[in-house]
């Protein structure tokens, strides 16, 4: 629109407002060899999209889930809390001491009782061996 002639100024709107005529993306394109015919032309485009490989797409509904390398080894775990929390609250309770595992779930020692829990909802806790006091 800002580049069709308007006959009544002679002139586009574009050269009003820019002083000079706006390079449509046709003009992009410089023109082959006009002259070549249908034949080899068909043939090149066929040669062209034979070459064509597809893209490898991507498995957006594939999701790896995360699980620690120590999960199967630890004697203490911390718990995630599953509930919409209050600001400044801890996002896990424990340790909690491992009472059996199985693939999937865990047993923990909560409160003096025996619970089954996931293992997406664990975490493995690290606690610092007690040190020994040297004796004087």
């Not at 002139?11 to 009003?16: H, V, Y």
Request: aromatic share 10%; net charge positive; glycine share 4%.
């Amino acid at each position: 629109m800002r580049n069709s002639m308007k006959e009544d100024i002679n002139t586009t709107s574009a050269e009003l407002v820019y002083g000079c005529t706006l390079r449509l993306p046709g003009e992009f394109i410089t023109p082959g060899n006009v002259h070549e015919d249908q034949g080899t032309y068909a043939a090149k485009l066929r040669f062209w999209f034979d070459q064509l490989r597809p893209t490898s797409t991507s498995a957006h509904g594939k999701k790896n889930i995360f699980v620690y390398k120590d999960l199967n080894n630890a004697n203490y775990v911390f718990l995630r809390k599953d509930h919409v929390k209050k600001p400044l609250e801890r996002p896990y309770d424990g340790p909690f001491k491992v009472l059996d595992r199985t693939s999937k779930t865990m047993t923990l020692l909560i409160r003096n009782k025996e619970k089954k829990v996931s293992m997406d909802r664990v975490k493995p806790a690290y606690i610092e061996a007690p040190t020994q006091q040297p004796l004087n």
